[in-house]
């Protein structure tokens, strides 16, 4: 079972910036999907961006203009980078992949905590 371990969650203060690291534990072909959602307290998950060999999609309500997502294919690892942090971006940021080629699956990470003070 492929297993994903991030890395990089801390707390910063606002407009402040972090760079997220996922890497798989087996590879992630590269038409899948790789990303990152996100879990604040009492909400519900939502995408923050994932990306493949040839679409990437961010969410354009928060992160559009400050975060960016880059995959390293070789490593089967995906970064997210983020700028100008705000205190709604506190979160627990979680690595997702869909994993396997016939009927994809996905694999979540533990989390990493992001914490954005003002």
């Known amino acids: 079972q492929v297993q994903l371990v991030e890395s990089g969650g801390d707390s910063v203060q606002a407009g402040g910036s972090l760079k997220l690291s996922c890497v798989a534990s087996g590879r992630i072909v590269g038409a899948n999907p790789m990303g990152w959602y996100r879990q604040a307290p009492g909400k519900q998950r939502e995408l923050v961006a994932d990306?493949?060999?040839?679409?990437?999609?961010i969410n354009e309500d928060f992160a559009k203009g400050r975060f960016t997502i880059s995959r390293d294919y070789p490593k089967s690892a995906v970064y997210l980078e983020m700028n100008n942090l705000k205190p709604e971006d506190t979160a627990v940021y979680i690595c997702?992949?869909?994993?396997?080629?016939?009927?994809?699956?996905?694999?979540w990470g533990q989390g990493t905590q992001v914490t954005v003070f003002s």
């Open positions: 997702n992949a869909k994993v396997g080629l016939r009927s994809p699956v996905d694999v």
């Open positions: 990306i493949t060999l040839t679409t990437t999609t």
